[in-house]
């Protein structure tokens, strides 16, 4: 099943260090989003591309953070300088082109945490 | 401004009851999605419904049925005759222009045996 993944699943740092998290949609999706979730919260969104093109930046995604798309496939999230609040899982879901809003497939996540 | 409210933090069912998850929302847009998303322990969302604001009808899929009702911003979610795999927690989500999904808190199901 080629549904979508994230890498790592896991990832311990130390505060002030700089993080790269990879997500790889499923094949046919255009669409890929980037969303964080804390604990007892929903997830939030973060960022959003269509193919290669970055259409939308949330208003929380600091200039710490950076997403890339480079080839309309995978994607990464980098976090330089991390800081403690920065721990949380990091969720990316996909979906296909057409029309907007479909249904969004999400990744396992990344947990992050920042000691 | 686009919100989604789950006022029911956490609700606990024996096995084979029923039971309804509330969603509520508020946008100004008059083109819409709604969607319910469920987290399993697991950890992973799990897509179960999207609806578009045109189109109130409910809709039933085996155990599961929803509610939509524009009248009252509403988009509940019923689980007949629960079972215990049903625990996890549950997601009412909102996207308009932009597809970005606007979550609410979540609901946590607990079903016991």
């Known amino acids: 099943d080629t549904g979508v993944s994230q890498d790592p699943r896991h990832k311990i740092t130390k505060r002030g260090q700089n993080v790269t998290f990879r997500c790889d949609p499923i094949?046919?999706?255009?669409?890929l989003y980037w969303y964080r979730q804390t604990l007892g919260q929903g997830p939030e969104f973060l960022t959003y591309?269509?193919?290669?093109?970055?259409?939308?930046k949330s208003r929380l995604l600091s200039d710490r953070f950076s997403a890339e798309r480079p080839k309309g496939s995978f994607s990464t999230l980098e976090i330089q300088r991390t800081e403690q609040g920065d721990s949380a899982m990091y969720l990316c879901?996909?979906?296909?082109?057409?029309?907007?809003?479909?249904?969004?497939?999400f990744g396992p996540g990344t947990r992050l945490t920042v000691t | 401004a686009q919100k989604v409210t789950q006022a029911q933090t956490e609700i606990s069912v024996v096995e084979k009851e029923d039971v309804t998850l509330d969603c509520v929302y508020e946008?100004?847009?008059?083109?819409?999605?709604l969607f319910w998303y469920k987290q399993p322990p697991s950890g992973e969302l799990v897509f179960l419904i999207r609806?578009?604001?045109?189109?109130?009808q409910n809709e039933i899929s085996g155990r599961y049925s929803w509610n939509f009702q524009k009248s009252t911003s509403s988009f509940n979610f019923t689980i007949t005759a629960s079972q215990v795999v049903d625990s996890a927690v549950y997601f009412c989500?909102?996207?308009?222009?932009?597809?970005?999904?606007?979550f609410g808190t979540g609901t946590r199901l607990q079903v016991f045996p």
């Open positions: 609806r578009n604001s045109f189109d109130e």
């Open positions: 591309f269509q193919n290669e093109a970055q259409l939308e």
């Open positions: 989500a909102l996207s308009e222009i932009s597809d970005k999904l606007i």
């Open positions: 879901a996909s979906s296909p082109p057409g029309q907007s809003s479909y249904e969004q497939y």
């Open positions: 094949s046919e999706h255009n669409r």
């Open positions: 946008t100004r847009d008059t083109t819409y999605y």
